[in-house]
């Protein structure tokens, strides 16, 4: 498989701090998912770099997205990412909320967005080391099986 994982945060992309949650996702998929190849990106909260940005992972399995998915006036991710795709997946989106509230009534206020530009699968997940760590767990074991189903197979 292959994944590509963007982190959208201005502060990262200014070298403010140190990403970790793209760090930490990898390192998940990359031990979930024998033989995954997994990059990772990080990009500012601007529309027109995360449309770059996800332009650049279409042709792989999975695009997963961290950050960007809460109530601050600059995180945008779910919007940019529904008018990228071209059809919705919102079941996942569901459940990665559904399983995070049974750790954090936080999880109430994360907005992230799933659906499919062509044959990418493409996922909003937390920006939190935590949350993503967790939702990246959760999601690991469907990628196989989604990729398959998009490539109009029986898995």
Do not use: Q
Request: hydrophobic residues 35%.
């Amino acid at each position: 498989m292959k994944i590509l994982v963007i982190t959208i945060s201005d502060r990262a992309s200014r070298g403010e701090y140190e990403d970790l949650s793209g760090p930490a996702v990898r390192e998940i998929l990359e031990e979930s998912i024998p033989g995954a190849e997994v990059e990772v990106a990080v990009v500012p909260d601007e529309e027109k770099e995360i449309e770059r940005s996800l332009e650049s992972g279409l042709g792989g399995d999975a695009i997963i997205t961290t950050g960007g998915t809460g109530l601050g006036p600059r995180d945008i991710t779910p919007e940019v990412t529904e008018r990228f795709c071209d059809r919705a997946v919102p079941g996942i989106s569901e459940m990665l909320r559904s399983e995070s509230l049974k750790e954090t009534p936080n999880a109430a206020l994360s907005r992230g967005w799933s659906g499919m530009r062509g044959k990418t699968l493409i996922v909003n997940i937390p920006g939190s080391v935590r949350g993503a760590s967790f939702c990246v767990r959760l999601l690991a074991p469907l990628l196989a099986h989604a990729a398959g189903m998009i490539r109009g197979g029986d898995h």
